[in-house]
């Protein structure tokens, strides 16, 4: 089972805004409203910050946001802090012979 | 407040089990589909298997089917998964996780994880 593909790594300064992708198949992502994203700091467990493409559950603050086109959903993180700094993955249900859920590859956030 | 507390990691060798269980407390265990992700040193996600609520069905990765059993004792709200046949590249921490409520993808809800590690 192949990984949904990101980035390995993005940087940008406080303050910013930038973007983290995520490429699927049209049997996962591009078929499903079902992605989801997560932050994971160091030896942490991750955390939901993203559900069903663009909501945020409570307590997530709303310079995270997501979207979707096609195959291809999308992080977006605005105002950025020194504390978003963290390991971001999303992932999404997989439809093929079977029924699944499928994961990024991770993206390694850094605040410069 | 949710809580999920995994354990019964440990070393293994090459081809022996181990069961690792996750115990929650703090919502209706009962009605949620439950998850087992694992993440190996250094590495990214990887879910493993998913249960639904009342355990009818079960659903594994390509990569541990057949080996892994994935299970659930609602009356104890506690959540079991099954390692057989353990390769080196099963090691990894093993996190339980609570679906939400929109469905498959959304993991509210993450345990501590507990380290499983394969190794002769």
């Known amino acids: 089972q192949s990984a949904l593909t990101q980035p390995a790594s993005v940087s940008g300064s406080p303050g910013q805004s930038l973007t983290i992708s995520c490429t699927g198949t049209?049997?996962?992502?591009?078929?499903?409203?079902?992605v989801s994203w997560y932050q994971q700091h160091p030896g942490r467990a991750p955390k939901l910050i993203i559900y069903?493409?663009?909501n945020r559950p409570s307590g997530v603050s709303n310079r995270f946001s997501g979207s979707k086109s096609g195959n291809t959903a999308s992080l977006t993180i605005s105002g950025l802090q020194a504390e978003d700094e963290a390991d971001y993955y999303c992932?999404?249900?997989?439809?093929?012979?079977?029924?699944?859920?499928?994961f990024g590859g991770g993206t390694k956030l850094t605040v410069l | 407040q949710v809580h999920l507390v995994e354990s019964g990691g440990g070393v293994v060798q090459p081809g022996g089990s181990l069961r690792v269980s996750c115990e929650a407390s703090?919502?209706?265990?009962?009605?949620?589909?439950m998850h087992w992700v694992r993440q190996a040193p250094g590495k990214g996600l990887e879910w493993v298997a998913v249960?639904?609520?009342?355990?009818?069905?079960?659903f594994y990765a390509d990569s541990v089917k057949g080996r892994f059993t994935i299970s659930r004792d609602n009356s104890k709200s506690t959540l079991y998964l099954q390692m057989d046949t353990l390769r080196t590249e099963d090691t990894a921490v093993y996190y339980c996780?609570?679906?939400?409520?929109?469905?498959?993808?959304?993991?509210?809800?993450w345990g501590q994880g507990t380290l499983v590690t394969v190794t002769s």
């Open positions: 996780a609570k679906e939400g409520g929109t469905g498959w993808s959304c993991f509210d809800n």
């Open positions: 703090g919502f209706a265990f009962s009605s949620h589909s």
């Open positions: 249960i639904q609520n009342d355990g009818r069905n079960e």
């Open positions: 049209s049997s996962d992502i591009g078929g499903y409203d079902f």
């Open positions: 069903a493409v663009r």
């Open positions: 992932n999404s249900y997989r439809r093929t012979h079977t029924h699944g859920v499928i």
